[in-house]
């Protein structure tokens, strides 16, 4: 049989790091992360990056693969994780991807497609308003005037929010309208899971683990990293909050709970992502569940 990638999916906070590592070890291999973040060696707790216990459990890639002053994206992520699969095949049929970036999955299956140039009249305007109004006006613009990335992309990306202004700017067209239509063949199969909880059941583990990420030091995580703050890999949840903080902006409490409410926000879009894949298979985080329903579509044993 072709070699199978498993692919677990899901938003934030619903259990893929442990699952993933139950369903590797089971099957004896590996796991490459497809997670934007947690690929960043100086990020750690504000990222929820796997333990040392589970980093031991089974080999990991993409994670602490790069630096933060790195420049890392979906395309960056499709050549790794290729050359990267391709190698663990040599030893293993089945080789596992967790992860919650969408674009990053999507990159993997089916590509990337090329996107127009953009003017760089229009690139100097947007960078301009942005220093000059803020990440506010980034968002209100957007939806404004691409609302598919809106509903879709990483509103609390500065970064990621200029970059679909300046396309849908130049071009007339959603950026995410340029992510959706080139499909290459891949030498594997894939057997796509999503994991789900009831929302309320979510939004709790998402609060009560921010709070655990604040008990294990994330206040001082991002204190080590404040003066690269302007770098793309900060431009996140978890610590553009409490950068807020130290620029005395909002209150720490204040930053807490906009941590919350920005994960919870950020666990919404993923889902909205994650559903409109026809292919992918629902469960709960039920390591047993998932194991049965691989070895049906592998004809394991």
């Known amino acids: 049989m072709k070699p199978v990638c498993i ?5 934030t906070a619903v259990g893929k790091t442990q ?27 504000g990222v929820a990056k796997p333990d040392a216990l589970q980093l031991a459990a089974v080999p990991h890639y993409f994670i602490g693969s790069h630096s933060i002053h790195q420049t890392v994206n979906a395309a960056d992520f499709e050549s790794y994780a290729l050359k990267t699969i391709d190698h663990l095949f040599e030893k293993n049929k089945i080789v596992i991807m967790a992860g919650g970036t969408g674009l990053y999955l999507r ?11 953009v003017e760089e009249k229009i690139r100097i305007e947007v960078i301009q308003g942005y220093e000059d109004n803020g990440k506010e006006w980034l968002q209100q613009c957007l939806i404004n005037e691409d609302s598919l990335y809106a509903q879709q992309g990483e509103m609390q990306n500065p970064q990621r929010m200029m970059r679909a202004l300046e396309v849908v700017r130049s071009t007339g067209k959603s950026i995410v309208s340029f992510q959706q239509n080139q499909t290459k063949e891949r030498p594997f199969d894939m057997v796509k899971i999503g994991l789900e909880l ?5 939004y709790e583990r998402i609060n009560q683990r921010v709070d655990a990420m604040m008990a294990a030091g994330l206040e001082e995580e991002a204190r080590s990293v404040y003066s690269f703050r ?5 431009q996140t949840v978890g610590y553009s909050e409490l950068f807020e903080y130290f620029d005395g902006k909002i209150s720490r409490a204040q930053s807490i709970e906009l941590i919350k409410q920005h994960t919870r926000n950020y666990a919404k879009r993923q889902m909205t992502w994650f559903k409109k894949d026809t292919q992918m298979k629902w469960f709960s985080p039920d390591v047993g569940d998932v194991i049965a329903y691989i070895r049906s579509q592998t004809n394991l044993a």
């Open 7 to 11: 692919i677990i999916a899901g938003p």
């Open 19 to 45: 699952l993933a590592v139950d369903v590797a070890h089971h099957f004896n291999t590996s796991i490459i992360s497809a997670d934007s973040r947690q690929c960043y060696q100086e990020l750690s707790i």
């Open 107 to 117: 990159a993997f299956e089916k590509g990337l497609d090329l996107i127009p140039a």
């Open 198 to 202: 009831p929302r309320e059941i979510l």
């Open 230 to 234: 302007s770098l793309n890999a900060l």
